[in-house]
């Protein structure tokens, strides 16, 4: 081992009260009752507490820590930290650094300033942060972070890791009961994994502060589209440049750091647009692993002189930013069961869970597409580099195949995975894989996990993940009703197989999502095709939705209509943030800038007007008459905008929805027609005029 592979080894996990770290601070006992807590998803011994904080406080003091903090995940999507130190002034004028049981075990936060969905009035305000022992704490910037769920003082959950936790062990029971119909009695959990790929833009960190819709919205509302973007498909995977290769080690250093597994990077398709993937933990831990990389991204971006984007959409004409939530199940942490085996025609636990999964998408379709709604996601999905608002799963021929088989009851006409030639001599024969990979499909199978491939970069894994988990878990407590009352097995399980592709096999789709022959083919098939947030929060609270959630304990009919009024407000707030944006940039600066171009070329023309010369003036005559022509209608449209958010502000709406559909039909159309006559203004007015960085110089200049 080298001397820097040692070193590395030596960082790794070095900032995370990990397994390594509670062996050392923790009193043998105390370290075994802890451990027995994580591994068995049991409730915390309140008698070891006091001796768990003071092994944690000890570990952070040498660590450098001051302070400490219960870090949590509200509806805001993003994380939330109140810092206090550990000092514990004395009577006599010293201190003691003090950091009890009580202190780890449950926190207080102001509830009433975060989302809540109406079920917290302004001066209710009292909320409690609960720590979550199987999510390990770590120190970050001096301080001990304690992963936290986040409650209401009247236990309404106001977080998104409480659902989730819920999720997985309401997943873990109902596996346990297929399993033990399978003969498994050995198998104690069954664990939810992921790893979330994240993808986001870098830009220069001056040509941003120029931008004030990308400081205030992280995306472009005005811009004209370069002559160059990723046509000649250069960018990925190419070369990285070396200020980006060195903000990329950085931001590994730091995430490993915190024992987040960052194991691959490379460039995207778009100018100045790349990729970091880590490796698959539990859902858990990889939902708190990811909001720390996006932070991580940001902020060693600062450091280098970047500004790192992570909108959907930053950037319209060029491809947008998505996370792909790559999901599977895990029976005691070690044998997966969505992996086939060398001959998944003779797998049946394999091929039951396969199906339970499509099952399950058929039949939640719009639960799954309403996780990765978002104003920012509606900008992206559906375009050339996402998925289209139609959820469908890729499986791939053989799979396919071996399914249709059972259904029928007739002989399999699937391609055995076979070799590739690749035709030189000195390369050797590869093994081909039984499917090829499908990169326009919003859920593929790939070997021994589902890829969701819909959701938006800025996004919290947290929600999608909580109803995969419940959606599955829903799906496998009728398999297992059904397995518990048969007398073979075998029998019974092709039978549930059959049943399930005959009802559900049309959600399954191996070709091109990107089609418009399969936007037809899925209305024909009935799948259900929501091309927009607004229509997608619906199913929040549908009946169906509300007993799911509710049968399985994750969340309340009031806790999930709280979350929809949320998802609402959220929507509102951000059109009404960009258009207050458009409405400023267009007066203080794209209106002036035109009032100045104009002038230049009307005093040119009358320069050489009066000259009294024969001199040909056309071009000064065409540009002053087209610049005048699109400022006119610049200005107003720019006019109907202000009336509709002044309208927006004063109407009074009869629902939530009704509001939200407000600024989609209205207020976003005429975003739309602002930025188009923008932009054909930018085409026409010298650079020495336009006020604003171009993409030319935000997408080539990082």
Same mark, same amino acid.
């Given at each position: 081992?080298?001397? &820097?592979?040692?070193?590395?080894?030596?960082?790794?996990?070095?900032?995370?009260?990990?397994?390594?770290?509670?062996?050392?601070?923790?009193?043998?006992?105390?370290?075994?009752?802890?451990?027995?807590?994580?591994?068995?998803?049991?409730?915390?011994?309140?008698?070891?507490?006091?001796?768990?904080?003071?092994?944690?406080?000890?570990?952070?003091?040498?660590?450098?820590?001051?302070?400490?903090?219960?870090?949590?995940?509200?509806?805001?999507?993003?994380?939330?930290?109140?810092?206090?130190?550990?000092? !514990?002034?004395?009577?006599?004028?010293?201190?003691?650094?003090?950091?009890?049981?009580?202190?780890?075990?449950?926190?207080?936060?102001?509830?009433?300033?975060?989302?809540?969905?109406?079920?917290?009035?302004?001066?209710?305000?009292?909320?409690?942060?609960?720590?979550?022992?199987?999510?390990?704490?770590?120190?970050?910037?001096?301080?001990?972070?304690?992963?936290?769920?986040?409650?209401?003082?009247?236990?309404?959950?106001?977080?998104?890791?409480?659902?989730?936790? &819920?999720?997985?062990?309401? %997943?873990?029971?109902?596996?346990?009961?297929?399993?033990?119909?399978?003969?498994?009695?050995?198998?104690?959990?069954?664990?939810?994994?992921?790893?979330?790929?994240?993808?986001?833009?870098?830009?220069?960190?001056?040509?941003?502060?120029?931008?004030?819709?990308?400081?205030?919205?992280? &995306?472009?509302?005005?811009?004209?589209? /370069?002559?160059?973007?990723?046509?000649?498909?250069?960018?990925?995977?190419?070369?990285?440049?070396?200020?980006?290769?060195?903000?990329? &080690?950085?931001?590994?250093?730091?995430?490993?750091?915190?024992?987040? /597994?960052?194991?691959?990077?490379? @460039?995207?398709?778009?100018?100045?647009?790349?990729?970091?993937?880590?490796?698959?933990?539990?859902?858990?831990?990889?939902?708190?692993?990811?909001?720390?990389?996006?932070?991580?991204?940001?902020?060693?971006?600062?450091?280098?002189?970047?500004?790192?984007?992570?909108?959907?959409? /930053?950037?319209?004409?060029?491809?947008?930013?998505?996370?792909? @939530?790559?999901?599977?199940?895990?029976?005691?942490?070690?044998?997966? *069961?969505?992996?086939?085996?060398?001959?998944?025609?003779?797998?049946?636990?394999?091929?039951?869970?396969?199906?339970?999964?499509?099952?399950?998408?058929?039949?939640?379709?719009?639960?799954?597409?309403?996780?990765?709604?978002?104003?920012?996601?509606?900008?992206?999905?559906?375009?050339?580099?996402?998925?289209?608002?139609?959820?469908?799963?890729? *499986?791939?021929?053989?799979?396919?195949?071996?399914?249709?088989?059972?259904?029928?009851?007739?002989?399999?006409?699937?391609?055995?995975?076979?070799?590739?030639?690749?035709?030189?001599?000195?390369?050797?024969?590869?093994?081909?894989?039984?499917?090829?990979?499908?990169?326009?499909?919003?859920?593929?199978?790939?070997?021994?996990?589902?890829?969701?491939?819909?959701?938006?970069?800025?996004?919290?894994?947290?929600?999608?993940?909580?109803?995969?988990?419940?959606?599955?878990?829903?799906?496998?407590?009728?398999?297992?009703?059904?397995?518990?009352?048969?007398?073979?097995?075998?029998?019974?399980?092709?039978?549930?197989?059959?049943?399930?592709?005959?009802?559900?096999?049309?959600?399954?789709?191996?070709?091109?999502?990107?089609?418009?022959?399969?936007?037809?083919?899925?209305?024909?098939?009935?799948?259900?095709?929501?091309?927009?947030?607004?229509?997608?929060?619906?199913?929040?609270?549908?009946?169906?939705?509300?007993? %799911?959630?509710?049968?399985?304990?994750?969340?309340?009919?009031?806790?999930?209509?709280?979350?929809?009024?949320?998802?609402?407000?959220?929507?509102?707030?951000?059109?009404?943030?960009?258009?207050?944006?458009?409405?400023?940039?267009?007066?203080?600066?794209?209106?002036?800038?035109?009032?100045?171009?104009?002038?230049?070329?009307?005093?040119?023309?009358?320069?050489?007007?009066?000259?009294?010369?024969?001199?040909?003036?056309?071009?000064?005559?065409?540009?002053?008459?087209?610049?005048?022509?699109?400022?006119?209608?610049?200005?107003?449209? %720019?006019?109907?905008?202000?009336?509709?958010?002044?309208?927006?502000?004063?109407?009074?709406?009869?629902?939530?929805?009704?509001?939200?559909?407000?600024?989609?039909?209205?207020?976003?159309?005429?975003?739309?027609? %602002?930025?188009?006559?923008?932009?054909?203004?930018?085409?026409?007015?010298?650079?020495?005029?336009? /006020?604003?960085?171009?993409?030319?110089?935000?997408?080539? !200049?990082?």
């Amino acid at each position: 081992m080298t001397e &820097r592979g040692d070193s590395l080894i030596e960082r790794y996990s070095s900032n995370v009260f990990d397994d390594t770290a509670m062996r050392k601070y923790l009193p043998g006992d105390t370290y075994k009752q802890l451990r027995k807590t994580i591994n068995d998803g049991r409730t915390l011994d309140p008698a070891i507490a006091d001796a768990v904080a003071n092994g944690m406080k000890r570990w952070a003091l040498d660590k450098g820590a001051t302070h400490f903090t219960h870090w949590f995940q509200p509806m805001t999507g993003y994380t939330a930290e109140k810092h206090d130190s550990f000092i !514990n002034p004395q009577g006599d004028g010293t201190i003691i650094m003090s950091f009890s049981g009580k202190e780890l075990v449950r926190g207080e936060a102001d509830a009433s300033s975060f989302p809540s969905g109406g079920m917290r009035a302004t001066f209710e305000a009292r909320g409690y942060t609960a720590w979550d022992c199987t999510s390990p704490a770590f120190v970050k910037d001096g301080t001990l972070c304690v992963p936290t769920c986040f409650c209401s003082f009247n236990g309404d959950i106001l977080d998104k890791k409480t659902p989730l936790l &819920r999720s997985m062990e309401a %997943l873990s029971a109902q596996s346990v009961r297929v399993l033990r119909c399978f003969g498994d009695q050995d198998t104690r959990r069954v664990v939810a994994m992921t790893g979330a790929e994240q993808e986001y833009f870098l830009v220069s960190k001056e040509l941003y502060q120029k931008r004030h819709d990308l400081m205030l919205c992280g &995306r472009t509302l005005f811009g004209a589209k /370069p002559a160059k973007g990723q046509e000649l498909y250069d960018h990925y995977y190419g070369s990285i440049k070396e200020n980006v290769a060195k903000y990329m &080690r950085e931001v590994d250093e730091e995430l490993w750091s915190l024992g987040v /597994p960052s194991k691959t990077e490379h @460039n995207e398709v778009a100018p100045a647009q790349h990729e970091l993937a880590p490796v698959f933990n539990t859902v858990n831990i990889a939902t708190d692993n990811n909001q720390l990389i996006m932070e991580t991204l940001k902020k060693v971006a600062l450091r280098n002189n970047l500004v790192c984007l992570l909108h959907e959409k /930053p950037f319209a004409g060029v491809n947008g930013s998505g996370k792909h @939530n790559n999901w599977s199940i895990n029976a005691d942490g070690t044998r997966n *069961l969505l992996k086939q085996g060398k001959t998944p025609e003779n797998n049946a636990q394999f091929l039951l869970f396969l199906s339970a999964f499509i099952w399950a998408v058929d039949e939640y379709a719009d639960l799954l597409r309403m996780t990765i709604a978002s104003p920012g996601n509606d900008h992206r999905l559906g375009g050339h580099e996402a998925p289209p608002c139609i959820v469908s799963v890729f *499986l791939g021929d053989l799979l396919t195949d071996i399914l249709q088989e059972i259904e029928t009851g007739g002989e399999s006409t699937f391609r055995q995975g076979g070799s590739l030639q690749i035709g030189v001599s000195s390369m050797p024969v590869l093994p081909q894989d039984v499917s090829d990979r499908n990169r326009t499909s919003p859920m593929a199978y790939t070997g021994n996990k589902f890829e969701f491939r819909m959701l938006g970069s800025s996004m919290s894994i947290a929600d999608c993940n909580t109803v995969t988990n419940l959606i599955m878990t829903d799906i496998l407590s009728r398999i297992a009703d059904r397995l518990e009352k048969c007398g073979d097995i075998n029998a019974e399980v092709r039978d549930i197989i059959r049943d399930i592709m005959r009802d559900h096999k049309r959600v399954i789709f191996n070709g091109n999502n990107y089609s418009r022959e399969w936007i037809e083919e899925a209305a024909r098939r009935g799948l259900p095709n929501i091309d927009n947030s607004v229509d997608a929060f619906d199913a929040a609270i549908t009946p169906k939705t509300v007993d %799911l959630f509710e049968r399985f304990g994750v969340l309340s009919r009031r806790e999930l209509e709280a979350r929809y009024g949320i998802y609402h407000d959220n929507y509102v707030s951000t059109v009404n943030i960009e258009a207050l944006t458009m409405i400023e940039m267009a007066k203080r600066q794209i209106l002036p800038a035109i009032v100045k171009y104009t002038r230049f070329v009307a005093d040119s023309f009358n320069s050489l007007h009066q000259t009294g010369l024969a001199l040909d003036v056309s071009v000064e005559s065409g540009i002053l008459k087209d610049v005048t022509a699109a400022g006119a209608q610049f200005k107003a449209n %720019l006019s109907k905008l202000e009336k509709l958010v002044e309208k927006a502000h004063t109407e009074t709406f009869d629902s939530v929805k009704a509001r939200s559909v407000f600024y989609r039909d209205k207020i976003l159309p005429a975003m739309n027609a %602002l930025r188009e006559t923008s932009d054909k203004l930018e085409t026409l007015l010298g650079d020495e005029y336009w /006020p604003l960085p171009t993409y030319t110089d935000l997408l080539f !200049n990082e």
